[in-house]
């Protein structure tokens, strides 16, 4: 097991989804937007997301998380030696501030996440000509890109009022 995929197993626990439950596509795209709403904190775990059909992507987590969840089965547990810094935890006290529910309003945990972490990277992953992004420009492409949000414009405000919130409109990072 390699240093990075303990990393990666120790902030899983502490965000609970150490246990690497991967049957569902729902759990497969919590862990994956989770991640990715992870690194924004500042901590960078090295995973670059692409654009896919359910928001950012990422490849390489996919591959490690299968790969931590077979080591883990053939007993290796080097991940029992460490221990996430401080440093580390504050981040994930971050983190979860980022992807906490909206109050007021009942939405699927995996809808929200993805909504987050869609917003998050068209405004500043996603490539737009002429580099002249609008909130309006970012919005028409999400519900393009994503029609199950089209009747949920006031979700969808929450969502950019947690992004600006969290300085994470003006900010590509909270670094």
């Known amino acids: 097991m390699n240093k990075g995929r303990?990393?990666?197993?120790l902030i899983l626990d502490e965000i609970g989804l150490g246990k690497?439950?991967?049957n569902t596509f729902s759990k497969r795209l919590v862990l994956q937007k989770k991640i990715y709403l992870f690194q924004l904190t500042g901590l960078d775990l090295r995973y670059r997301y692409n654009w896919y059909l359910h928001g950012p992507y990422c490849p390489s987590l996919t591959q490690d998380v299968f790969l931590l969840r077979e080591e883990i089965a053939?007993?290796?547990?080097?991940?029992?030696?460490?221990?996430?810094?401080?440093?580390a935890k504050k981040k994930i006290k971050k983190a979860k501030a980022i992807w906490k529910g909206p109050s007021g309003?009942?939405?699927e945990r995996g809808m929200w996440i993805e909504l987050l972490a869609s917003l998050h990277y068209l405004k500043h992953i996603a490539y737009w000509p002429g580099n002249n992004v609008t909130?309006?420009?970012?919005l028409k492409k999400l519900v393009e890109a994503k029609p199950q949000f089209s009747?949920?414009?006031?979700?969808?405000?929450?969502a950019w009022d947690r992004l600006t919130e969290l300085r994470l409109i003006n900010n590509k990072t909270l670094a």
């Open 135 to 138: 909130k309006k420009k970012i």
């Open 105 to 107: 309003v009942s939405v």
């Open 151 to 158: 009747e949920k414009r006031g979700l969808i405000q929450k």
């Open 74 to 87: 053939s007993n290796e547990d080097d991940y029992e030696k460490y221990e996430l810094s401080n440093t």
């Open 20 to 22: 690497l439950e991967l």
């Open 6 to 9: 303990i990393l990666l197993k």
